[in-house]
């Protein structure tokens, strides 16, 4: 088997307006395409990370909430990798959005943070 790259991760919102303000707005992802869905009232929306296709903003009425603790079985974080922890930390604080103190990865050396979507889905900036 041969995989050339992540084509994308699909996220699943309960807040459409509230989740694509946060990753544009917050995150800076672009939108590359909305399409609303009538008959499942639900919209699909593609982002872009510096024009590259990565995630699929998804909202469907009424969806289930995420189990998070304890961990639940399937996709547990999203990550990004950043140049620099602290002023995107700086950013975060800018924007109102709470994280944890950074963090030392064992086994790297490399600094990392957590912090979550308006659905409590873990987000990881992650130091190059």
Not at 30 to 49: F, I, M, N, P
């Amino acid at each position: 088997m041969k995989l050339n790259k992540v084509h994308h991760v699909a996220v699943l919102c309960s807040d459409y307006q509230r989740s694509l303000a946060f990753y544009t707005q917050v995150l800076g992802l672009e939108v590359l395409g909305e399409h609303y869905r009538a008959e499942r009232d639900s919209y699909k929306t593609d982002l872009a990370l510096q024009g590259v296709f990565v995630i699929e903003l998804f909202s469907f009425p009424n969806p289930p909430m995420r189990l998070s603790h304890p961990e639940a079985a399937g996709l547990r974080h999203l990550a990004f990798e950043v140049d620099d922890i602290d002023a995107n930390l700086a950013e975060l604080d800018r924007l109102h959005v709470e994280h944890e103190a950074p963090r030392i990865d064992p086994f790297t050396g490399k600094r990392f943070v957590f912090f979550a979507d308006p659905d409590g889905l873990p987000i990881e900036f992650y130091e190059r």
